[in-house]
Nanobody, 113 residues
Framework: QVQLVESGGGLVQAGGSLRLSCVAS????????LAWYRQAPGKQRELVAS???????NYADSVKGRFTISRDNAKNTMYLQMNSLKPEDTANYYC???????WGQGTQVTVSA
């Protein structure tokens, strides 16, 4: 059974930083584009960032310059470094393999003003 396990969420003050990690079971990351999505209460799920197998990245306008997505294929792990966090970044963050529609269980990020 495929598993995507996120970690690294928590409560942080505005301006602070967090680093999210997503570890996959097996080799489902191999050769695939990966992504982070988030969903805040009462809002639609949105794409935060994505990274191709070659390392090309794409970011939502709202996080450009503050968030960095990366991956370590040898460790089957993806990361999201989040700096200069804002209260509007508060959401549940999900690790996703879009090609297979695999989603992790999510990790909560809460940014206080």
């Amino acid at each position: 059974q495929v598993q995507l396990v996120e970690s690294g969420g928590g409560l942080v003050q505005a301006g602070g930083s967090l680093r999210l990690s997503c570890v996959a079971s097996g080799t489902i990351f191999s050769g695939r584009t990966l992504a982070w999505y988030r969903q805040a209460p009462g809002k639609q799920r949105e794409l935060v960032a994505s990274i191709t197998s070659a390392g090309s990245t794409n970011y939502a306008d709202s996080v450009k310059g503050r968030f960095t997505i990366s991956r370590d294929n040898a460790k089957n792990t993806m990361y999201l470094q989040m700096n200069s966090l804002k209260p509007e970044d508060t959401a549940n963050y999900y690790c996703v393999v879009p090609a297979y529609n695999y989603w992790g269980q999510g990790t909560q990020v809460t940014v206080s003003a």
